[in-house]
């Protein structure tokens, strides 16, 4: 297990500092001057030349690369153009806000995609199954920004009980939470539901149904157990996914997430806020399907981890 840990540790190292560093070129590479959207359209030449060489934007692109090395090193990924702080601080800024959406859309999910698809696989090939498949395919079509939008419109307009944006109170976490739980829930209950179904109908459960083990053990004790990996996998992946920031729903709610962090970022070419960003979700990312990885052996005994795995 420790070598295990060494090894994937390593591993997720080396892919955040690969994935930084790719986007440190391409955001290069990409038409548009920081320096301009900086100083404002309003700008001489003088004042955008003052910008470049306060920056180092004039620099040849290894030096900067070099520059960006050492700040990495020592924990400082440069100065924020827009908000004139350390760019990793504004981003550990968002990250609570994400995460804390993430975190509320994943339970929902699980709490709702979990049950649903289990009584789908039960109720396989029934009219009632028929419909509720209809609603998760539909679910799964419908465009985030649209469901946010019709939640807004029904529940913070019409009827005024929620806030339409921010975090100002906890009832502010409702709507996005919803908006983004719909998608996930129509994704993983069908699922959940090809999975069970798979199990309900193996041998192995119609052999302990013969023995006369409980319709109930035979459904949460077995076919679950044994649909609970690749559950678990999707899950967190798109928990991940969603540490990543959920873009569209945070600008439509204005949610003071990562994800609208971004778009603020993309707008203004605030190479040092990409950056932080990058770095710190797809940290986070990683950190989420390490943990997926070593829970495996716990719902499964014959998952092994390391070199027994191997051999």
Not at 106 to 122: E, K, Y
């Amino acid at each position: 297990m420790t070598g295990y840990l060494l090894r994937r540790v390593g591993q997720s190292a080396l892919t955040v500092f690969l994935t930084v560093s790719t986007v440190f070129v391409l955001i290069r590479l990409a038409p548009g001057d920081p320096a301009a959207s900086y100083a404002g359209p309003m700008a001489s030449p003088a004042e955008l030349a003052a910008v470049r060489d306060r920056f180092g934007l004039d620099d040849p692109l290894p030096q900067q690369y070099l520059v960006f090395l050492r700040g990495l090193l020592n924990g400082d990924l440069g100065t924020s153009y827009s908000f004139q702080a350390p760019a990793f601080d504004v981003v550990l800024g968002r990250v609570p806000y994400t995460v804390t959406l993430a975190l509320s859309a994943i339970l929902v999910t699980m709490l709702v995609a979990v049950p649903l698809g289990t009584w789908m696989a039960r109720h396989a090939d029934s009219a009632r199954e028929v419909g509720a498949n209809v609603l998760s395919i539909a679910g799964q079509s419908m465009p985030d920004f649209w469901s946010g939008i019709m939640l807004l419109t029904a529940f913070a307009v019409v009827l005024p009980v929620l806030p339409a944006s921010g975090f100002a109170t906890w009832s502010g976490l409702v709507l996005p939470t919803l908006t983004v739980a719909a998608l996930q829930i129509a994704l993983i209950s069908r699922l959940v539901r090809r999975e069970m179904a798979a199990n309900l109908a193996a041998p192995y459960l119609t052999a302990a149904r013969s023995r006369g083990v409980p319709e109930r053990a035979l459904v949460w004790r077995y076919a679950m157990a044994n649909s609970a990996i690749p559950v678990l996998t999707a899950l967190g992946t798109r928990f991940a996914a969603m540490l990543n920031g959920v873009v569209v729903v945070e600008v439509v709610f204005a949610w003071p997430g990562v994800g609208s962090l971004v778009v603020r970022a993309l707008e203004t070419r605030d190479y040092p806020l990409i950056q932080a960003t990058v770095l710190v979700t797809s940290a986070l990312a990683i950190l989420v399907q390490l943990v997926i990885d070593l829970a495996y052996p716990l719902l499964d005994p014959r998952v092994r981890l390391g070199k027994a795995a191997a051999r």
